[in-house]
């Protein structure tokens, strides 16, 4: 059968992060976020890198929107640091943050590209943790809903595309379960799942609030999604990647697309002696949010593999390989659930993160027959050393990858699935939270030190560049 390809008006991008591009942490009456915070304690960084400067996105962004033009992007998908609108996340508003994203903003517009814009990429103002906990206090609720609705008035008519949360899965799990990102919490299982409802509360008000002001615009929220294998055709096998997928992925996938917790988790909760605190009108709010969301965002990168995992079996939440060596991921897992041994059918990368492209199908076929909704792939690409030789920069590997993936994400559209968007992770080489500059995913390269916050910055646009400029030209048929 032939193939359709993608539709007409297909949104080639890619994307990035505030904290993790744009440097100026405490310019122009910028405030402090969880993160500039978090990388000054020792330890929590490789080498204790920051995004003190970053890639200097901040003063250089007319440079990359440049870069980005060059190749036809037709969407930029950024977010918005909520402490330099709000530097104390509540309170005064700061004009020269507003500034800076009308200034990206229309720098895009001016090259005929559409701004994708994240409200809450990870960055929370310090401020909000001192005055009551942040995301632990329901008062985040309403302070996270008032910026939202000032970044929707100042830029709704120019943005259409809005992402409210990036990967909340991530982020509190890491924030509250794995103690790596902050506010640094292990294994606060009642106060992850608080958290998450603040969240999603936040999200809900969010999307309401949006379609009230602009009801052409789209709104959704992006899920890290790794779908999962069964590792054998065990019973016990199947039931746990259930356990698995209901714990780890539709907990959140369905709060936005149905507003309400699946009831295996609630039931699960019940057992462990969590109880989420409520507003009796949240399950309502949930509900009208769900209804309005246009998208599914999805940053797809791995795969999971699940087995079964008994009473006594493996007790530990984090694999994360920080140190770009192969094989040095230990296996995860919940005794009397589930854990999650390696793949021996998938090439790992240095981060021992599985490659398979034909998982981003799977994760397009399973939200589509779950939830029924467009799919934007927020974020895809590969992290790995990058050398530049004779000041260029061949990376095949990344052209691989992508290409291997944009393929199987075309037979997902041939197959029925609505897909809008697929944005690159990342336009510009970025600060990796955890992993300093030495994990690269950029199109273009920044010569930066990759420990220190040193080194000249300079653009240089790699291999992958050129050859995803002629995939974006042939709407993706030139792969
Ligand atoms: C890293 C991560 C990030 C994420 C992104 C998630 O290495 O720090 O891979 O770059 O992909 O921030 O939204």
């Given at each position: 059968?032939?193939?359709?390809?993608?539709?007409?008006?297909?949104?080639?991008?890619?994307?990035?992060?505030?904290?993790?591009?744009?440097?100026?942490?405490?310019?122009?009456?910028?405030?402090?976020?969880?993160?500039?915070?978090?990388?000054?304690?020792?330890?929590?960084?490789?080498?204790?890198?920051?995004?003190?400067?970053?890639?200097?996105?901040?003063h250089r962004y007319k440079e990359d929107v440049k870069l980005m033009a060059y190749i036809g992007l037709k969407?930029?998908?950024?977010?918005?640091?909520?402490?330099?609108?709000?530097?104390?996340?509540?309170?005064?508003?700061?004009?020269?943050?507003?500034?800076?994203?009308?200034?990206?903003?229309?720098?895009?517009?001016?090259?005929?590209?559409?701004?994708?814009?994240?409200?809450?990429?990870?960055?929370?103002?310090?401020?909000?943790?001192?005055?009551?906990?942040?995301?632990?206090?329901?008062?985040?609720?309403?302070?996270?809903?008032?910026?939202?609705?000032?970044?929707?008035?100042?830029?709704?008519?120019?943005?259409?595309?809005?992402?409210?949360?990036?990967?909340?899965?991530?982020?509190?799990?890491?924030?509250?379960?794995?103690?790596?990102?902050?506010?640094?919490?292990?294994?606060?299982?009642?106060?992850?799942?608080?958290?998450?409802?603040?969240?999603?509360?936040?999200?809900?008000?969010?999307?309401?609030?949006?379609?009230?002001?602009?009801?052409?615009?789209?709104?959704?929220?992006?899920?890290?999604?790794?779908?999962?294998?069964?590792?054998?055709?065990?019973?016990?096998?199947?039931?746990?990647?259930?356990?698995?997928?209901?714990?780890?992925?539709?907990?959140?996938?369905?709060?936005?697309?149905?507003?309400?917790?699946?009831?295996?988790?609630?039931?699960?909760?019940?057992?462990?002696?969590?109880?989420?605190?409520?507003?009796?009108?949240?399950?309502?709010?949930?509900?009208?949010?769900?209804?309005?969301?246009?998208?599914?965002?999805?940053?797809?990168?791995?795969?999971?593999?699940?087995?079964?995992?008994?009473?006594?079996?493996?007790?530990?939440?984090?694999?994360?390989?920080?140190?770009?060596?192969?094989?040095?991921?230990?296996?995860?897992?919940?005794?009397?659930?589930?854990?999650?041994?390696?793949?021996?059918?998938?090439?790992?990368?240095?981060?021992?993160?599985?490659?398979?492209?034909?998982?981003?199908?799977?994760?397009?076929?399973?939200?589509?027959?779950?939830?029924?909704?467009?799919?934007?792939?927020?974020?895809?690409?590969?992290?790995?050393?990058?050398?530049?030789?004779?000041?260029?920069?061949?990376?095949?590997?990344?052209?691989?990858?992508?290409?291997?993936?944009?393929?199987?994400?075309?037979?997902?559209?041939?197959?029925?699935?609505?897909?809008?968007?697929?944005?690159?992770?990342?336009?510009?080489?970025?600060?990796?939270?955890?992993?300093?500059?030495?994990?690269?995913?950029?199109?273009?390269?920044?010569?930066?030190?990759?420990?220190?916050?040193?080194?000249?910055l300079k653009r240089i646009p790699k291999y992958s560049y050129y050859w995803y400029k002629k995939v974006i030209?042939?709407n993706g048929e030139n792969l």
């Amino acid at each position: 059968k032939e193939s359709k390809g993608f539709p007409e008006d297909f949104l080639w991008g890619a994307a990035s992060a505030a904290y993790q591009v744009e440097g100026a942490y405490d310019e122009d009456g910028k405030g402090l976020s969880s993160w500039d915070a978090f990388v000054k304690i020792p330890g929590k960084t490789f080498k204790g890198t920051t995004g003190d400067v970053a890639v200097d996105h901040y003063h250089r962004y007319k440079e990359d929107v440049k870069l980005m033009a060059y190749i036809g992007l037709k969407t930029y998908r950024f977010s918005i640091s909520w402490s330099r609108i709000f530097p104390e996340g509540n309170g005064k508003l700061n004009e020269k943050g507003l500034q800076f994203y009308d200034d990206l903003i229309n720098e895009c517009i001016k090259y005929k590209i559409k701004p994708m814009v994240t409200l809450y990429h990870w960055d929370m103002p310090q401020s909000l943790i001192d005055q009551y906990g942040g995301w632990e206090s329901r008062q985040s609720v309403d302070d996270f809903v008032n910026y939202a609705k000032v970044c929707f008035s100042h830029y709704g008519d120019r943005v259409k595309h809005w992402i409210i949360m990036n990967e909340q899965n991530v982020f509190t799990s890491h924030g509250w379960m794995l103690g790596t990102h902050p506010p640094g919490k292990i294994n606060d299982l009642k106060m992850f799942y608080q958290v998450n409802h603040h969240v999603f509360m936040a999200h809900a008000y969010s999307v309401l609030a949006l379609k009230e002001m602009y009801d052409d615009a789209l709104v959704g929220s992006s899920f890290a999604f790794s779908p999962s294998y069964a590792l054998t055709n065990k019973p016990e096998d199947a039931l746990s990647k259930q356990d698995y997928d209901t714990l780890q992925s539709y907990y959140w996938m369905d709060v936005y697309a149905y507003g309400r917790y699946p009831r295996a988790a609630l039931s699960y909760l019940e057992s462990l002696n969590v109880k989420i605190e409520m507003e009796p009108w949240d399950e309502d709010i949930l509900k009208r949010s769900a209804l309005l969301i246009d998208f599914m965002g999805v940053n797809y990168y791995q795969t999971t593999t699940v087995a079964y995992n008994p009473p006594q079996g493996v007790n530990n939440l984090n694999g994360e390989n920080n140190s770009g060596k192969k094989g040095t991921k230990a296996v995860t897992g919940i005794p009397g659930l589930y854990m999650n041994p390696s793949n021996d059918f998938l090439d790992k990368t240095d981060w021992d993160w599985a490659i398979d492209p034909s998982g981003l199908r799977f994760a397009c076929r399973d939200i589509t027959s779950r939830y029924d909704l467009p799919i934007i792939i927020s974020e895809n690409g590969l992290g790995a050393f990058d050398k530049i030789e004779d000041g260029k920069i061949h990376d095949p590997y990344r052209v691989d990858y992508l290409r291997e993936h944009i393929k199987e994400l075309k037979k997902a559209c041939d197959e029925g699935c609505r897909i809008l968007s697929y944005c690159v992770w990342s336009f510009t080489d970025v600060l990796s939270w955890l992993n300093g500059y030495q994990k690269r995913y950029g199109l273009v390269y920044v010569d930066r030190d990759e420990e220190e916050n040193s080194g000249t910055l300079k653009r240089i646009p790699k291999y992958s560049y050129y050859w995803y400029k002629k995939v974006i030209e042939s709407n993706g048929e030139n792969l």
